[in-house]
């Protein structure tokens, strides 16, 4: 089973910013679709973007767009998340995940997911 292993969480005021990592284990990463996905107490996982397997442009969230960044380094196996000029609504935990699918929003498409990180935005 692919492991996947999240950093980078922790407490921020409003406007400021986080960089979360995904560590993954495994060979071809290149081949995996990988996701974030956020999920506060009390409510439904969440999508936040994705970025497709073998080159495919990255998607996002209409909340997130224009203020999160995807990137991933397939060498190295890690997918990160840059969060910028965020707000309390972004208070959730995030989590990373993977499939071998084609890039896609729907959780139940992504085979492998991390633990997650907690993400705490103040105001």
């Known amino acids: 089973q692919v492991q996947l292993v999240e950093s980078g969480g922790g407490l921020v005021q409003a406007g400021g910013s986080l960089r979360l990592s995904c560590a993954a284990s495994g060979r071809a990463f290149s081949g995996y679709t990988m996701g974030w996905f956020r999920q506060a107490p009390g409510k439904e996982r969440e999508f936040v973007a994705t970025?497709?397997?073998?080159?495919?442009?990255?998607y996002y969230a209409d909340s997130v767009k224009g203020r999160f960044t995807i990137s991933r380094d397939n060498a190295r196996n890690t997918v990160s998340l840059q969060m910028n000029s965020l707000n309390p609504e972004d208070t959730a935990v995030y989590l990373c995940a993977a499939s071998w699918g084609p890039i896609t929003t729907l959780p139940q498409d992504y085979n492998y997911w991390g633990q997650g990180t907690k993400v705490t935005v103040s105001s």
């Open positions: 970025s497709g397997r073998f080159g495919a442009s990255p």
